[in-house]
């Protein structure tokens, strides 16, 4: 089957959004998801910086990517597997400012893995959040697994993936999108290509411009989106969510993006990447470049953007104080759920 | 009750699960239409089609993920690994992920689901068809790993496996497949995992053993009692959770003991059973504990000379039993 790479762009008007059948209060949640995920993000680089965290890894410079193509999806109907930087994409799953916070302290409460986890290792049966471990890409097969289940019971949920450009060099990539796409599985493989993998670029990792290129590999449609126009990447999982739903199978959405912060709170990027390249970056900020839409398009005006910072910065001062507070887990939390059944040392 | 082979019993034990339960299904290479190499799930793709019985592309990785995710959403798979030799490529998805989803969401998350994996010596099989992997997964926490010697067990085990809300790696011994034969009860006949079988009652010795090496066990303890040596044999059957009471109880009841397994000797199995008896027995020992196991050699050779010489056999473990009881 000879599938081609479309490219998407980014279409101009002031209601591009409601073309896309988003109403206006949809469109202003996603805008204010986008503003949560970089509020608490900053945050915990403060408090990490004042040495009361130990550990952070950000999703800052790619929340259109990951709100745009989760805001296409049912939560809790539909299943996501995502990575690390996927704030966005939990929290429009419904994991909380709080979540985030207990999980950022390693709290006995953090609900994605009750401390036992570093901060970015989501986790949530609920929620339809599968839980993610350290090593890349193991994710991409537990969806395609996540996904054969529901096509062995003719159920229509669709299962996104996630995972970055380095990942991608895996095999359990290579094993997963072969395997959705010779069952024609209802898979979503969202890559947030951000150019880098830690410090090696995207020109290391292939040699090719397009990782959505593969995807004719594997039998399915591959397309680019810039991944800092959340609307974009919002229609072109719309397109997949249908096509997956329609039964005719997987996408690979390879969406175009920048990390604005080093790879984690261990990292120098001063090491591989120049200031001016990230300042650049800072200039193509999705979510200015939404809020600028949103202006234009009169739905975001003073009051209502005043009423969305106080919303964000009140569940970030509530989600701080109530985890940095909350108990830690204690020497005996140590030996439990090793096994499902009782505590098994 | 009837007799079967081990194969038999494991294939009749796979259907029997299927037929329980929709959300049990078979995924592996060559598992469909072929039957697998060893005809373990012969007729099941016939029987359930192609969505109960999923031929996978030829990746291991991919077998054990794709389970592991369709554990996640309410299936119980059977993953099969074609021989335990190629579980390599998988050991990422089995230590990393599948052992860890459960402690690592603190019992949000876990994971119902079956690895079976043929393994173990003596068929010819060379460097990349007859190893041992139980020291290697017994070792993670998480993972739970059973290996059956006799068809009852098999099939009783491998039921119990399927209904186990945790992973379990089910490694099924390639020689004993047809080898060896027993009666099998009618109807579920599940096999606690975790519980050791003294399968022969004795008073001056214990051979511990598993897999192939227990019927190697059986035949020596026959030919010891002729010699008017009595040798309790006891079948561990579950490697992790090991039965310590089991194995304390029979350390206790002869004071001498000797480990039988055809996996290499360092940090291997009989390693842990010793210390396990020096930890809980050693009041009760008439003489060193001894094992007799495949020695530290990367893998077993295709020449039949290098590979009798690298298995453990009924001689040997006589000879071995024999310096024991004089002891
Ligand atoms: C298998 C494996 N090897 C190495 C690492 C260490 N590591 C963590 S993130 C990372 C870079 C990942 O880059 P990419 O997939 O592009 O995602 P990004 O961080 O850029 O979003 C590396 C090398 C790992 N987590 N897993
Ligand atoms: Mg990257």
Redesign the interface.
């Known amino acids: 089957m000879a599938t081609k790479t479309q490219e998407v762009e980014a279409k101009g008007g002031q209601s591009r959004h409601r073309s896309l059948g988003l109403s206006d209060d949809q469109a202003l949640r996603i805008y204010e998801v986008m503003r949560l995920a970089r509020a608490i993000d900053e945050r915990m680089w403060l408090i990490n910086r004042q040495g009361r965290a130990p550990f952070v890894i950000s999703c800052q410079g790619q929340e259109g990517a990951q709100v745009g193509t989760a805001a296409a999806l049912r939560p809790g109907h539909d299943?996501v597997?995502p990575y690390y930087r996927d704030a966005g994409v939990i929290l429009w799953f419904g994991m909380t400012a709080r979540d985030q916070m207990l999980s950022f302290f390693a709290r006995r409460e953090d609900?994605?893995?009750?401390g036992?986890?570093m901060p970015g290792?989501f986790?949530?049966?609920r929620l339809h959040i599968?839980?993610g471990?350290?090593?890349v890409a193991?994710q991409?097969?537990?969806?395609?697994?996540?996904?054969?289940?529901?096509?062995?019971?003719k159920e229509d949920a669709v299962t996104a993936a996630y995972f970055g450009e380095g990942a991608a060099s895996q095999?359990?990539c290579h094993?997963?999108m072969?395997?959705a796409g010779?069952h024609k599985l209802a898979v979503i493989f969202v890559c947030e290509n951000n150019g880098y993998a830690i410090s090696v670029p995207q020109s290391r990792q292939m040699a090719i411009q397009n990782l959505a290129d593969r995807a004719a590999g594997y039998g399915f449609p591959g397309v680019v989106v810039d991944g800092n126009d959340v609307l974009a990447c919002y229609e072109v999982t719309r397109q997949a969510v249908e096509r997956a739903r329609r039964g005719e199978g997987p996408t690979l959405i390879e969406a175009k993006t920048y990390r604005f912060t080093p790879h984690s709170s261990d990292d120098d990027d001063k090491r591989y990447r120049q200031a001016e390249e990230v300042a650049i970056w800072r200039q193509k900020d999705p979510i200015q470049r939404y809020a600028t839409y949103l202006r234009e398009s009169g739905i975001l005006t003073d009051p209502v953007e005043r009423e969305i910072t106080e919303r964000v910065d009140q569940q970030v001062d509530e989600a701080t104080e109530y985890a940095e507070q909350a108990p830690d887990p204690t020497p005996d939390?140590l030996m439990?759920?090793?096994?499902?059944?009782g505590t098994?040392? | 009750m009837a007799q079967k082979t081990v194969i038999e019993a494991i294939r009749e034990g796979m259907d029997e699960e299927m037929a329980r339960d929709p959300s049990v299904?078979l995924i592996g290479e060559d598992v469909g239409q072929r039957g697998g190499v060893f005809l373990a799930s012969d007729g099941l793709y016939k029987k359930y089609g192609e969505?109960?019985v999923i031929d996978?592309?030829l990746?291991e990785?991919?077998v054990?993920?794709?389970?592991?995710?369709?554990?996640?959403?309410?299936?119980r798979?059977i993953a099969e690994i074609q021989f335990a030799d190629f579980i390599a490529?998988a050991m990422?998805?089995i230590i990393?992920?599948a052992a860890?989803?459960?402690?690592?969401?603190?019992?949000?998350?876990?994971l119902p689901m079956v690895i079976r994996a043929p393994w173990g010596g003596g068929v010819h099989g060379a460097l990349y068809h007859s190893q041992s992997i139980e020291a290697t997964f017994g070792h993670i926490?998480?993972l739970?790993v059973v290996a059956p010697g006799t068809p009852a067990d098999a099939k009783g085990l491998l039921k119990a496996a399927v209904r186990d809300?945790?992973p379990v790696l089910f490694l099924e011994h390639k020689r004993t497949y047809r080898l060896v034969k027993g009666e099998v009860p009618d109807g579920d006949g599940v096999v606690p995992i975790g519980k050791a079988d003294i399968k022969r009652e004795g008073t001056d010795l214990s051979l511990i053993a598993y897999g192939l090496m227990l019927t190697y066990c059986l035949q020596a303890a026959e030919k010891l009692a002729a010699d008017g040596i009595s040798a309790e044999v006891l079948d561990l059957r579950t490697i992790k959770?090991i039965d310590q009471d089991a194995i304390v109880a029979t350390a206790k009841k002869t004071g001498k003991v000797l480990v039988v397994h055809e996996d290499t000797r360092f940090a291997g199995i009989a390693a842990e059973v010793m210390a396990i008896i020096m930890e809980h027995a050693f009041d009760a020992l008439d003489a060193p504990i001894m094992r007799l196991t495949g020695p530290d050699v990367p893998a077993m050779p295709f020449n039949h000379v290098l590979e009798e010489a690298f298995m453990p056999n009924v001689d040997r473990i006589l000879a071995k039993a024999k310096e024991l009881a004089a002891y």
């Open positions: 299943w597997a609900p994605n893995s009750a036992r986890q290792h986790g949530s049966r599968v839980t471990g350290s090593p193991t991409l097969l537990h969806a395609a697994g996540v996904a054969l289940a529901s096509k062995q019971r095999g359990d094993e997963a072969n395997f010779i939390d439990t759920f090793v096994y499902k059944q098994v040392s | 299904f969505y109960r996978s592309p990746a990785s991919c054990v993920g794709v389970a592991i995710g369709a554990a996640v959403n309410g299936m798979p490529p990422n998805q990393e992920e860890r989803f459960c402690y690592r969401t603190a019992g949000d998350f876990n926490p998480g739970k809300p945790d959770p």
